[in-house]
């Protein structure tokens, strides 16, 4: 092999630049295991890189994507052979590691996951992080107590990727899913894949948050911070979890103790990038069986690798719906 496409992003005093390049395996950087990537995908992180609008590369230079799925072709680490289906998720990748917006990657082997039976290679990247979070996010709140008995999952930002496979695979496993949004326009999506309700930021009053308000919510998914997380907390029922995935709308939090310490209610923070192998796994075989989406093929669209550079602004500019795939298949 000669050369392959890459999708390069480079530090510039002001901003960056991003652009596609001809690299080789050499230009890599190290790890046990190479890969053809079959699949990337865009993630609001990887928009935020891409344009310069957020600090995100921990490098001078560095081939994007935070994710990638494909097919191993070598491998010096016994845990893997030439033929496997692997994703990568997180870790350093397109922010310290090259990432998965290049035809082959190199990665350690410690940060690869095989893909579960039952789950192709598209549908590992139409979950990405975002589904992978999402997935997190539950399995965390039902270590917790959550249960559908125990009432209605609200979930915010629930258009975007991690919103969309959330309310999904809540569904999925019998909850009362109400969706909290602010496209009106949406609300016929947000019940097709599996939102009982949907509620209207502007239906809120943000400006006045009590420290205790009516009781509501068993489990709440956040992916907007700020006053929304601030209102979700208010609202727990007793012994409620609520699961802290974003920061869209802020990533200050003015809240009391007293959801906390008169409601039992827990906040969990949620991390994707750092997750440990054993519970990283679990999530994924989670996703393949009982918490699969019945509606991914609906909120995943797939876009070809030469089409990423237009992705990008849409998910700066709120846009985007559900999640969008980055085709790199031979």
């Known amino acids: 092999m000669d050369k392959f496409k890459a999708y390069r992003i480079t530090q510039q005093e002001k901003g960056v630049q991003a652009e596609f390049v001809d690299l080789s395996l050499d230009a890599l950087d190290p790890g046990e295991v190479v890969v053809r990537v079959a699949y990337s995908d865009v993630n609001y992180k990887d928009a935020l890189a891409a344009t310069g609008k957020g600090r995100i590369l921990l490098r001078p230079a560095c081939v994007g994507g935070i994710d990638f799925s494909g097919t191993v072709v070598a491998s010096s680490d016994a845990r893997f052979a030439k033929g496997d289906a692997v994703l990568a998720t997180g870790y350093d990748l397109g922010v310290k590691h090259h990432g998965g917006y290049a035809e082959y990657a190199r990665v350690p082997a410690d940060w690869l996951v095989r893909i579960p039976q039952g789950m192709s290679l598209w549908e590992a990247m139409a979950f990405g992080t975002a589904g992978f979070t999402a997935g997190l996010g539950i399995v965390r709140m039902e270590a917790n107590g959550l249960d559908p008995r125990n009432g209605p999952v609200i979930v915010s930002g629930a258009t975007g990727g991690v919103g969309s496979v959330a309310i999904d695979s809540l569904a999925r496993l019998g909850y009362h899913v109400v969706a909290l949004t602010g496209k009106a326009a949406e609300t016929e999506y947000l019940l097709r894949i599996g939102a009982k309700e949907v509620k209207l930021r502007s239906e809120l009053d943000l400006a006045k948050i009590k420290p205790l308000d009516r009781a509501t919510w068993a489990g709440a998914v956040d992916n907007l911070g700020g006053e929304v997380l601030a209102w979700m907390a208010s609202t ?25 310490i008169l409601r039992g209610v827990s906040l969990l923070g949620i991390d994707s990038v750092n997750c440990p192998m054993p519970l990283r796994e679990q999530v994924w075989k989670r996703l393949a069986t009982d918490m699969r989406p019945a509606h991914l093929k609906e909120l995943a669209r797939t876009i070809p690798f030469d089409e990423l550079p237009k992705a990008f602004d849409d998910f700066i500019a709120a846009r985007v719906r559900g999640r969008t795939v980055v085709d790199l298949s031979p």
Request: hydrophobic fraction near 50%; aromatic fraction near 4%.
């Open 236 to 260: 727990m029922k007793v012994g409620g979890t609520i699961a802290s995935i974003g920061l869209a709308a802020g990533h200050t939090l003015s809240t009391t103790v007293m959801p906390f």
